[in-house]
């Protein structure tokens, strides 16, 4: 509990109508979307402004209060909602970013705009295309996902083959450190080296470093011709040859995604039509677009060459729709296939390319040892494969067998959902105790009390400043 | 004086024949090659790979001797070479990466190389040319120039424009802190939110925080068309307008530089041949190269429009190294003109490009003001100037009229050359207290005893575990 002074010290740094108690206000912040993550905050508080931001994180280290960031809290590993129940020493508040709105004309030479943290992905491109150009950031969750979140998460999606994940988006940002101090600049340069450049550093630290309430996002050009291509090939190995062949050969490739022939089975039937192409067993199919200020279609037609005997192309908008839908409602499959039930498990791996095809073959014996059903798709180009596992009976072995084995590969146990609190029993596979402890030494510096989103992407609270009470990390 | 044990120890270390104690021997690392930074080494080391490093890291931690890593000696602003003699209580080693070499074969379909901290960027160039791909990032100092360098002070060069500074050009790092400890990986996932991303956090910090002993580096393709124009514009105002249309319309733009009309009389005389174009005053003229698979010249001399009537277009090889000339040979012209004399003062700056006029009017009044000559040139997408002053009176006083300025306008008093010891004494101008509080923060963590490159990036070294006695910035 709260020194009940707290709460009034917040609503007068935000106004009451901006510090939430009541059970109902309350419950959509404490909650993830999935259900599976869920705590207990004290208040949800939502600033208006930067100076706002820093008195609710000056009001909440003199009091002892952790702070649990959050954005339009669509994360996948519990990191944007409150710790489970129990498992932290100290009450905690939501801050949610959502009223750190805003966007500003786009700088069409500069190709840069302002955001706020809250504004939403969908936001930032409609902002974008207003001027004729577009932002270099595409994925599911566009209409809730807010700026905040993809920095705190340096999310990934569709697009960063071309244009690099929200890591390569911010030229600027905003942010207050733990003691109430703002940190960065909005100037945007692209080339600045005069010391931390801090979206560098606060991009991925999933609210653990700092707050982030707004950043000076790129543009990317807006393309007239986009041409879109479902592609079958035999085996992974194969996948990944014609995607490095596709990435040196055209300037216009946008995007190759990849699903597995049971998710390819899984969408077709939700959708009730077959998908245009049919990979075998240990194939794949890719999703490849390609778009450019000149049509690219003969360039792609021509650099699938023997491959695009079992190939369907498409440039009209509707085909290319058609098309498209076998990768984007592969998701809204398998709630349906899981309806009632729990949620798929989920996994968010990557590997050097080489080691794709040994690792989707890893996934699969371990699907098949728990029984379950596996859904694979993911990111090519990156080495990026979404293992989602419908009715899996014991996940825990599943996440021990399949991330252990990405450890042995070269990879990475999270490639763009972020460590979370679901994912920190196992991140020891892959960062050494001297990268660890290195990360707790940079993240005391900058929150000796640690009150920023404690638990989140360390096995437990720092040790500086409080007792070293391990988190009870929640498995899925 | 160090303990005289200390040389001992280091020669265990690394080997008798990499432990250079003799004056002559010394003298080529003690002294940039600009001659205006020096200092003193008790010895400068050269250990050929990450296990002698950390050894040469935990010898100089134990014994209390300051370490400035060095990669190809040619930085600007004297961060590579020990401080000036008397403004260090400690002694100091140079520890020289240029052992660590080594470049991995280049793996086609992700896309990367594998390369030692001492391996020059041209030596990069030439690995990734071999498979029939190019290295993203190329400036004049290439053969020197090495790859731990570039990642220190996060090198620009003419193609930021396409593919970024050398910050996105690290996919993966390995580097050894200051006790030793060994962080990051050379996996070179694209993708990766596992915590703190150690290519960000070091890329750019001029050796204070870690010593980067080899990087996982990106490639890109390699381009069989090239079209270079050299176009002249009214004002500067002019040429910002052009470069974002390019870059709005143009996928195959390559990089845009600007050459003031000074610098283009100056680089003329020294070729002995007028410029095809002539930028009247308070214009510039622009180096535009287009590159791509597909030839881009029709697009460029499309996309040029209007002002394509005051330009030259060249394809052909010869005609392209006869416009090329007019940007790459102005350093040589400038150090022929002041042959004999003190080389030219140079800043190196950036402003959000619709401040880049009133930059430049304001480098020419301060330079009018001294009497001395201003060659300014850069690169114009990053709204980056290189100002050199010849024969200038008083350096001091145009560096605190146009840093100023500069960070009136928004801009950074370094775009590209770092902080070093040359720019500490104006950081302030661009960084805020709060700012600079958490990056000495973030570097104690890291370095608790400051034995790391001590008075680069801040202008006294850092307070904790050593007297705070402030160094001397050398003011050039």
Redesign the interface.
């Known amino acids: 509990v709260a020194p009940p002074a707290v709460v009034s010290d917040l609503r007068s740094a935000v106004g009451d109508a901006h510090v939430l108690v009541d059970e109902d206000a309350r419950a959509g912040y404490e909650t993830d979307w999935s259900g599976r993550y869920t705590g207990r905050a004290v208040a949800v508080v939502r600033p208006g402004t930067t100076h706002e931001v820093a008195e609710v994180l000056r009001i909440c280290r003199t009091a002892g209060v952790d702070v649990v960031p959050q954005g339009g809290n669509t994360g996948l590993v519990g990191g944007g909602v409150p710790r489970p129940e129990g498992s932290t020493e100290r009450p905690a508040i939501v801050l949610s970013t959502r009223r750190l709105g805003g966007v500003s004309a786009a ?5 840069q705009l302002t955001a706020g943290a809250g504004v939403t992905i969908a936001e930032w491109q409609a902002a974008a295309r207003a001027v ?2 577009d932002a270099p950031l595409d994925f599911a969750a566009r209409d809730s996902a807010t700026v905040g979140g993809a920095i705190a ?2 999310a ?1 999606g569709s697009r ?1 083959l071309r244009f ?2 929200m ?2 988006q911010v030229a600027g940002i905003e942010a207050v ?1 733990a003691d109430g ?5 909005l ?12 979206p ?2 606060l ?4 609210g653990t470093l700092a707050v982030v309430t707004a950043a000076r996002l790129r543009l990317v ?1 807006r393309f007239e011709h986009v041409v879109t291509a479902l592609v079958a090939t035999a085996s992974i190995g194969e996948a ?2 014609l ?2 062949r596709l ?6 490739l946008d995007s190759v995604e990849i699903i597995d022939p049971a998710a390819l089975a899984l969408v077709g039937g939700h959708l009730g039509r077959a998908a245009p192409v049919t990979p075998p067993p240990g194939g794949a199919a890719l999703l490849v677009e390609c778009a ?3 049509d690219p279609t003969s ?1 792609l037609v021509a650099a699938l060459g023997d491959i695009a005997g079992d190939s369907a192309v498409a440039v009209d908008p509707l085909q290319r729709a058609h098309l498209i839908a076998f990768r984007d409602r592969i998701t809204e499959a398998m709630n349906q296939a899981s309806a009632g039930g729990v949620p798929p498990f989920k996994l968010d791996v ?5 080691a794709l095809e040994e690792l989707a073959a890893v996934a699969r014996r371990a699907a098949a040892d728990d029984g379950c059903r596996l859904i694979a798709f993911g ?1 090519l ?4 494969l979404h293992l989602n596992h419908l009715g899996a009976r014991d996940p825990a072995t599943i996440a021990a067998t399949v991330l252990s084995a990405v450890a042995d590969l ?10 979370g609190i679901a ?1 920190t029993p196992w ?1 020891h596979l ?3 105790s ?6 707790a ?2 993240r ?3 929150d000796p009390a640690g009150i920023l989103n404690p638990g989140v ?1 360390a096995p437990r609270p720092p040790a500086i400043g409080r007792a070293a009470t391990p988190t009870a990390p929640q498995v899925p």
């Not at 101090?181 to 600049?185: A, I, L, Y």
Request: aromatic share 2%.
């Open positions: 700088d069409p030479d500069a190709m004729g150009l998460t340096n990934g960063v690099g994940t890591r390569s450190l101090r703002v940190v960065g600049s100037a945007g340069l692209p080339k600045e080296t005069a010391g931390l450049h801090w560098s550093v991009t991925g630290s999933e050009p990944v040859d995607t490095g990435r040196r050969q055209l300037g216009s450019g200020h000149v360039d990557a590997v050097p390319l080489g990111h180009a990156e080495g990026n070269g990879g990475t146990i999270s490639a763009e959902h972020g460590i994912k991140l892959v960062r050494s001297a990268d660890l402890g290195a990360q030494a940079v005391a510096a900058l992407l």
